[in-house]
């Protein structure tokens, strides 16, 4: 077991390494451990970020350890963290591979698992044609034909979010709507047709969407697919450390409740990025990793004092 670090970030994507880069700057010694499992790795560019619109996911990755690689007091390493011990004066760390370090404080970025509807064929197209935010893929299927699906008020929420990109917008509900009468005149006042059609699939090229595909056999051409997924914990270990948990939302069923420093309710745990938002980016991401590696920094100042 090496000397303690100040700091043991369990994650490389964007909310750990921002906070990594913190950190390193100021001067403490942290490891991030990164298992390389980012949601977003199958996108097709970063939309949004401000400095790297359109740049792929690893590529943003690449940079950010390249910029540590400047930090002595920062290393990265690849791998999993299997659990999480809290006990006086830190936290033992046990990785996967038997190692085992100490640290100061935790801060939680492992990012969260994408649930999006099990309908056949979507995986060959996510993060490109099929995606579940139109903050990030919008402009690249904008004009184009596009569909939702999702049921419900959720459902309305997103066409109406979509219609934004595209005049040619389609709700497919995958069966009984849920949809009110005032949600149905919503939808019509705006152009939305809705379709309760079962859906089965969808089929495309390239990597590229050109139609769904329904139960009944037939089929709707379009470009673009907006899919309702909600975001669950990848890793158990928020909850063997006992933090408490959000209310659930639309978006996030499992999201780390934390405070206005990214503190957790479990003293010494801290949480950044998706794990603990309902709004997934990776601009919010970067943010939270830097604000809460500067809450850690005033905690261990505090600590020291």
Not at 102 to 126: C, K, N
Not at 210 to 236: K, N, P, Y
């Amino acid at each position: 077991m090496s000397e303690r670090w100040d700091g043991v970030i369990i994650g490389g994507g964007a909310a750990g390494l921002s906070a990594a880069l913190v950190l390193g700057r100021a001067r403490k010694r942290t490891l991030v451990v990164d298992g390389g499992a980012q949601s977003n790795r199958a996108a097709h560019g970063i939309g949004g970020l401000l400095g790297f619109d359109g740049v792929p996911p690893a590529e943003l990755y690449a940079r950010g350890r390249d910029e540590l690689a400047r930090y002595p007091s920062v290393e990265v390493r690849d791998g999993e963290v299997a659990e999480v011990t809290a006990h006086e004066g830190g936290f033992t760390i046990g990785l996967s591979d038997g190692a085992s370090e100490r640290t100061r404080r935790v801060l939680l970025a492992t990012g969260m698992h994408y649930r999006a509807s099990e309908i056949p064929g979507l995986d060959a197209f996510w993060g490109r044609s099929v995606f579940h935010c139109p903050f990030c893929h919008g402009w690249e299927v904008r004009d184009q034909p596009l569909a939702v699906l999702a049921a419900g008020e959720r459902g309305v929420h997103m066409a109406s979010l979509l219609h934004g990109w595209s005049d040619d917008v389609v709700l497919l509900t995958d069966g009984p709507s849920g949809l009110t009468d005032e949600d149905r005149n919503h939808l019509a006042h705006a152009g939305i047709p809705v379709d309760e059609r079962v859906v089965a699939g969808v089929s495309g090229s390239d990597g590229h969407l050109e139609a769904v595909v329904f139960a009944d056999g037939t089929s709707l051409a379009r470009r673009g697919l907006l899919v309702a997924g909600t975001l669950h914990q990848r890793t158990g270990l928020a909850r063997a450390l006992g933090v408490a948990f959000a209310a659930p939302g639309p978006v996030s069923a499992e999201a780390i409740a934390v405070d206005a420093f990214w503190r957790t309710s479990v003293p010494g745990v801290y949480a950044a990025g998706d794990v603990c938002a309902q709004m997934p980016q990776v601009a919010a991401a970067i943010a939270a990793g830097s604000g809460a590696a500067v809450s850690i920094v005033g905690s261990l100042m505090e600590e020291d004092r």
